[in-house]
């Protein structure tokens, strides 16, 4: 069942706005120059006026602040101020996704939906701490790519794994939670539209700008050895793993395997971002479409 009022229909296309600004400003050489500008302001405007509509407490723009100014801090050539910084994104992100910080009231857009008879029921909400993460981290720390003919590039580096999808599905249907499942009919469900937008813009771009792009990057840096970029690939595939024990221990362990296809997907495109954005989102798709979602009912 869909459930979105006119303020959010409003205000949250904007946030969205802000966040595929980021990427697809780009590719427009009169506004490129101006791409952080506009997405920054988007995003300011959408939160106005989710403050004015009641979504966010007073203390929510302080954690946004927050956050924000973590993200600058890292930015600087300081070590002492990048090890802090660190520190702080890291703790802020995974409390920003785990919902755990208060002022932020997240709505309920899809409720008890089943994308079919075999599948369990389904909740989407419209976040409004989560969508931080990818913004502000994206914003202040990647360049995203400025030409089409990059993805060509990345796809000739990575083209190879994703034969690991096959063994995700594979490993998903062997667990019992999920099961074969092809779903065209819905292409023709106005929820499959609002799961594409938070899946691609929330979901993927959150938790890749988070695992990928800035702890997996960050920690092969440090590490600094011969393999260090597959020692990150490891350790963010541990602890991305260790976020989705809430499913059960099987899951985790899926998990752990998909984050090692991100995260090589991600080395072997030369660290673009967007390479692992979408990597996440199609195995994501293609288990809604070919798959009981999100499990078996």
């Not at 003919?149 to 249907?173: C, D, M, N, R, V």
Request: glycine share 6%.
């Amino acid at each position: 069942m869909l459930d979105i009022n006119l303020k959010l229909g409003l205000s949250y296309p904007l946030l969205m706005i802000s966040i595929f600004g980021l990427f697809i400003f780009n590719y427009f050489h009169r506004i490129k120059t101006f791409r952080l500008q506009i997405s920054f302001g988007l995003f300011l405007i959408s939160y106005i006026f989710f403050f004015i509509f009641g979504y966010l407490a007073a203390v929510s723009l302080l954690f946004i602040s927050l956050f924000v100014v973590m993200c600058f801090l890292f930015t600087l050539d300081n070590r002492i101020t990048k090890v802090i910084s660190f520190m702080g994104i890291a703790v802020m992100s995974v409390a920003l996704a785990m919902f755990m910080l208060p002022g932020f009231n997240n709505q309920v857009v899809i409720n008890n939906f089943k994308f079919s008879q075999a599948s369990s029921n389904y909740r989407l909400y419209f976040n409004f701490d989560y969508p931080l993460v990818g913004l502000f981290i994206i914003f202040f720390t990647h360049t995203t790519m400025e030409k089409i003919g990059e993805w060509k590039q990345i796809f000739s580096s990575t083209y190879k794994y994703y034969l690991l999808i096959i063994l995700l599905l594979l490993l998903s249907i062997a667990g019992g939670d999920s099961k074969f499942d092809f779903k065209p009919h819905i292409f023709l469900q106005s929820e499959f539209y609002i799961w594409f937008v938070i899946m691609l813009l929330c979901t993927c771009v959150g938790e890749e700008a988070f695992f990928r792009g800035f702890l997996q990057k960050n920690i092969a840096a440090v590490l600094k050895f011969k393999y260090s970029d597959y020692g990150a690939i490891l350790v963010v595939a541990f602890l991305f793993g260790l976020v989705h024990m809430k499913y059960g221990p099987y899951y985790t362990g899926l998990a752990f395997i998909a984050s090692i296809f991100y995260g090589i997907v991600y080395y072997k495109s030369g660290n673009k971002i967007e390479s692992s954005i979408f990597a996440h989102f199609l195995v994501n798709f293609i288990r809604l479409v070919f798959l009981t979602y999100p499990q078996t009912a």
